[in-house]
Each structure stands twice: as C-alpha cells, then as structure tokens.
C-alpha cells in the first residue's frame, strides 16, 4: 500500500521516496517538518488508499480467475468439435455461464468497494463476497483494511 500512497500523494521536494518498516513510515531524504506533513496526508487519504489497494486486489484476482476459465473454455470448444468430452470435464456451454456469472458477481463487489464511504464498508463487501462463497475473487489469505491509518512516523 505503501506505493499506493506514493501515487495517491506526491512525495514533498526533494523526498527521495518512501519506506516502511513495521509500521513506521519514513520519508527518505526530507527533513522532520515534510515528513510529518506528508504522514498527516496520508492519514487523511486513506480511505482512498485502502479502496486504490482493494480494487487492484479484486481486479487482479478475477483476471487471473477469468484467464483460467477462458483456457479450459478454449480446450473445451476444441474438444467439442472433435467430438470429445472436454478434458476440463466442464462444457463450453457451463464454462460461458460460469464467466458471466462470475463478471456480475466482481461487477457487484468492486461497485460496492467503489462506492464505500468508509474503510469499514470497504471491509464489509470484501467480508460479504467471502461469505457468499466468491473465495475466487476476495481470495483466503484476504485480512480486513486497518480503518485508519497504522503508520506512525519515524523520528
């Protein structure tokens, strides 16, 4: 996220870039005054941090999803019409419902990540699509956004 934070919010002249160690924020070659600064902006933008990460991470997630889907689609169209069953096991017929389904479902949750007004609501979509079995999308090792921002700043 910490790169997220660098595009959201440009770093103060002369920082030389950003680090995060544990939970302490560093900004490289700025002086105390810029860094508490730029940390207090951060603070303020995270909201839109959290969303920027989370829609990455559902869109990254359902590309990778939909690319998979789309192979065995492919070796199921070519089995099809030489007569075989798809090696899959799944036809191209169930392959193309399972696409469209799974495009409405990441329409639904990355329009509600999009519309949040709080970290809390972003947290509550992603926790929802989990629990309505979109594993797929929102991903196991998923963990609840901090709804403010964790970062301290390094003296």
Known sequence: MIGLAQKLIPLPRGAAGLALEGNTLRVLAADDSAAQAYLE?????????????????????AT??????????????E????????????????????????????????????????????NAALDGARQQGLDWLVGLDWQPYPETCPWTWAT
């Open 64 to 77: 990778a999803s939909f690319r998979r889907i789309r192979e065995e689609l492919a070796e199921a169209q």
């Open 41 to 61: 902006q951060v603070r303020a933008a995270w909201l839109d941090i959290v969303r920027a990460e989370a829609e990455r991470y559902l869109y990254t997630n």
């Open 79 to 122: 089995a099809e019409s030489l007569g075989v069953p798809p090696p899959g096991g799944r036809s191209s017929a169930e392959l193309q419902a399972l696409i469209q389904q799974g495009q409405a479902a990441f329409k639904q949750v990355y329009q509600a990540v999009q519309d949040a007004a709080s970290v809390a609501e972003i």
